[in-house]
């Protein structure tokens, strides 16, 4: 849709509003192609607190809304709208269908997942790829506190979508876990639950039964509950509309 409407965009000669934000939205999108030469300044400009270029799709996608609605409400005549829409809605439905199956293809690839287990705990805590070095414990020179080597042996109980329970076989041992800021942790060790601060870290003796623990919190369940209703509403008044249109009256 947003190829069709780009191309769309530069070769009409209309003057809508509707070509600055599909135009806006293809350059949007070009910026997140890895083929862009970004300077390497950029990281450390106010840009770098995006982060990753893939979250400019979410601005992609509001300009690609917004130029949709914007061009259909100018063409209204031209085109069959109700065609267009089951169009969209099968295509979108397939895509989504789609993802979700590659999403939960790709649970047991450990190349995009971190699966903890007795043999590589020390191994996959300590090793730097996939972001861990942007986080981990530092000296003043830079260099990891931790490594494969200094990280104490434990036996891993079990492992969850939001928790890992441990115990450590070491006498004396310094569990390290990263704590991102505004994500609320709970450590238990022997189910009495303890306080963390930041830059300690937590000791615990051999056979503590360890528990680190992340839920979601309660704007999260809100900010779920309005989508779901804003869903569901947005569906009714899609049905009844369409239920009027050819004269019923009722859904």
């Known amino acids: 849709m947003l190829c069709i409407l780009f191309i769309l965009a530069i070769v009409t000669k209309s003057n809508g509003v509707w070509r600055k934000y599909i135009i806006g939205a293809g350059v949007a999108y070009f910026l997140t192609l890895n083929i862009v030469p970004l300077p390497t300044g950029i990281s450390q400009s106010f840009i770098g607190t995006i982060q990753f270029a893939g979250r400019l799709l979410a601005i992609v996608m509001l300009l690609l809304t ?3 609605v914007l061009f259909f409400k100018e063409n209204i005549a031209k085109l069959n709208l109700r065609h267009i829409s089951y169009f969209l809605m099968i295509f ?3 895509l989504t269908i789609s993802t979700i199956r590659d999403c939960y293809h790709d649970i047991g690839n450990n190349s995009v997942n971190y699966v903890i287990d007795n043999n590589n705990y020390k191994k996959e805590i300590s090793k730097s790829n996939g972001g861990y070095g942007d986080y981990m414990l ?3 020179n830079r260099k990891p506190i931790f490594n494969e080597t200094s990280i104490p ?3 891993i109980i079990s492992v ?3 928790s890992i329970t441990m115990k450590p076989k070491e006498k004396v041992s310094q569990i390290p876990f990263l704590i991102y800021k505004g994500i609320p942790y709970t450590v238990m060790i022997n189910e009495k639950k303890q306080i963390i601060q930041t830059g300690k870290l937590i000791k615990v003796r051999a056979g503590d039964k360890v528990k680190i623990e992340s839920n979601a919190t309660w704007w999260n369940y809100a900010c779920f509950t ?4 804003s869903l569901s509403i947005i569906t ?5 509309g369409e239920c009027r249109w050819h004269g019923t009256g009722a859904i």
């Open 138 to 140: 530092v000296t003043k």
């Open 92 to 94: 979108m439905s397939i």
């Open 226 to 229: 309005i989508s779901i209703l």
């Open 66 to 68: 917004t130029g949709c």
């Open 153 to 155: 042996q434990s036996i």
């Open 236 to 240: 009714i008044i899609v049905l009844y």
């Open 160 to 162: 969850k979508y939001n």
